[in-house]
């Protein structure tokens, strides 16, 4: 019989896109919490290597940064409600804004996503993208994306 324990608190690393997997000297961009916030999940960390300016950033469906972390797939959208409308997807949790010196701080809350059940975010993926010029426009180029996994539970 399984038990299952309570997540308290998840974490993914985030690496540069790289074309194939497994690569030589992935370099470490990122590190993201996730954390329970009261009726929330807090998400913060720190992403280094930025162009300077906002970045869209989003929980994928997949955990497989393979192909230049295409292989992530789409933005997550558990209950499939609205798939079109981009602003409304519950993976779409930045964008996240890097300063001049290509560093941006994350300090995100979502209210949809989850530790369990459908809306889960363990064992996803979670990507920040090359610059975007407008936010609501077409998410653009994976610049690094990690696994989001759990680090406590209770
Ligand atoms: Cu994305």
């Given at each position: 019989m399984m038990t299952s324990a309570e997540v308290t608190m998840a974490r993914a690393y985030l690496f540069k896109a790289v074309?194939?997997?497994?690569?030589?000297?992935?370099?470490?961009?990122g590190t993201i919490d996730f954390g329970l916030d009261g009726d929330f999940i807090g998400i913060n960390g720190t992403i280094v290597g930025l162009t300077p300016g906002q970045h869209n950033f989003h929980v994928h469906q997949y955990g497989d940064m393979n192909h230049g972390c295409a292989?992530?797939?789409?933005?997550?959208?558990?209950?499939?409600?609205?798939?079109?409308?981009y602003m409304s997807l519950?993976?779409?949790?930045g964008p996240v804004m890097a300063n001049s010196n290509g560093v941006a701080y994350v300090n995100l809350q979502s209210?949809?996503?989850?530790?369990?059940?459908?809306?889960?975010?363990?064992g996803r993926g979670l990507m920040v993208h090359e610059i975007?010029?407008?936010?609501?426009?077409f998410p653009g180029t994976p610049f690094g994306c990690g696994v989001i996994g759990i680090v406590n539970e209770k």
């Open positions: 074309p194939s997997l497994p690569a030589n000297g992935m370099s470490v961009i292989a992530e797939g789409p933005i997550f959208n558990p209950t499939q409600i609205n798939p079109n409308n519950a993976g779409n949790i209210s949809i996503l989850t530790f369990n059940g459908q809306n889960s975010v363990i975007v010029s407008n936010p609501n426009d």
